[in-house]
């Protein structure tokens, strides 16, 4: 029976994302060419990982000529959250709260991002009461 596969990115899966996100799409060559981080990765490797984030649902290709282009499927900030969905699940039983809150007390925040913080808050809570209250006179209408 073959290792179950991970609904999440590896590092080396992440470096190949980054390339295609930036660029848009790309073969497996133009991909390797475009990482610069290291180690280097070998062409056999990085093709490899491509037929894996296809099969994972993060890459389709289409055919041009001979070579296949591949191109992102899945967009950054729905990985992101996605990731962070799963590591909110795994480590913090799916409690929003707890991750942010160990993130306070881990990090010592500079009073800038402090404020920042308190503007997305406030921010979020008149943007979910606007919410509540339209769905509130969609139901007193019906």
Known sequence: MPPRQSGTLTEAELRIMNVLWVKGSGTVQQVLDSITE??????????????VLERKGYLKHLKDGRAHVYSPVVGQQEATRSEIRHLVSRFFKNSEEQLVLNL??????????????????TQK???????????AIRSDAK
């Open 38 to 51: 290291k180690p280097a990765i070998a062409y056999n490797s990085v093709l490899t990982t491509i037929r």
């Open 104 to 121: 306070l007390e881990d990090q010592g925040l500079e009073a800038e991002e402090i404020g920042r913080l308190r503007q997305m808050l």
């Open 125 to 135: 809570d008149v943007t979910q009461k606007d919410t509540t209250q339209k769905s």
